[in-house]
């Protein structure tokens, strides 16, 4: 799974993923998330679009449909996108592109 490392557009931004499932299980991941409260308040997070991944250059894989992005806090109290699926996943690698949007922005991101 390639995610960059950390990303910041208008105080929101992505930082590091944390895998805790391996290849076989379900994915359990974590990407930590730097967002100030009235952003929160409205954001949501989802796999980009087709033609997202398209204008990007980046092949969208068929499993990718299973994968889910919420919202969440870590153990910390922290945000984070929680990314989940209910298959396990046997691919060592995941290239795929997440959106968030808020009231006042949007990101798109590797």
């Known amino acids: 799974m ?3 490392s950390a990303f910041s557009v208008q105080g929101a ?6 895998v805790y499932s391996g290849i076989g299980q379900q ?14 308040s409205s954001m949501t ?3 980009a679009s ?3 991944f398209r204008e990007a250059g980046i092949e969208y894989m068929s ?10 806090k870590n153990a910390a109290g922290q945000p984070v996108l929680k990314l989940t699926t209910l298959r396990p996943i046997s691919e060592p ?3 795929f592109l997440v959106e968030l949007s808020w009231t006042s922005g949007r ?3 590797e």
């Open 2 to 4: 390639l995610l960059t």
């Open 13 to 18: 931004g992505l930082g590091k993923l944390s």
């Open 107 to 109: 990101l798109v991101r």
């Open 63 to 72: 499993l990718l449909s299973d994968v889910r992005i919420n919202l969440d």
């Open 27 to 40: 994915l359990n991941a974590e990407v930590a998330l730097s967002a100030t409260a009235a952003e929160m």
């Open 93 to 95: 690698f995941l290239h």
């Open 50 to 52: 087709h033609e997202a």
């Open 45 to 47: 997070a989802k796999l």
